[in-house]
């Protein structure tokens, strides 16, 4: 059974740092891009960073550059993501994926198979 579980989600205040991982069972996912995904109280799911298998090609959405770093260790199969400078608005139920294709793809929410099932980041003021 294939699955992605994220840890290391929590509560923060605004401008510390967590880490969140995402490791992997079932499968490999050493030759997949994977990313990461987060979803606001009332809002749609969105896309927040992208990475491709080997690690050297990332794609981040505009409101985390700067402040977040994907990164992924293929041979512990895990996937992780640092959150720096945190926001108020970065408090989200936060998700990691795997998919086929090419990183980019996550970018327009396409190209994902597997999905984890969250961890809740909650950043107060």
């Known amino acids: 059974q294939v699955q992605l579980v994220e840890s290391g989600g929590g509560l923060v205040q605004a401008g510390g740092s967590l880490r969140l991982s995402c490791a992997a069972s079932g499968r490999t996912f050493s030759n997949n891009a994977m990313g990461w995904f987060r979803q606001a109280p009332g809002k749609e799911r969105e896309f927040v960073v992208s990475?491709?298998?080997?690690?050297?090609?990332?794609y981040y959405a505009e409101s985390v550059k700067g402040r977040f770093t994907i990164s992924r260790d293929n041979a512990k199969n895990t996937m992780y993501l640092q959150m720096n400078s945190l926001k108020t608005e970065d408090t989200a139920v936060y998700y990691c994926?795997?998919?086929?294709?090419?990183?980019?793809?996550?970018?327009?929410?396409?190209?994902?198979?597997?999905w984890g099932k969250g961890t809740l980041v909650t950043v107060s003021s």
């Open positions: 990475i491709n298998w080997s690690g050297d090609n990332t």
């Open positions: 994926a795997a998919g086929a294709g090419p990183p980019w793809r996550m970018g327009v929410m396409r190209g994902i198979d597997y």
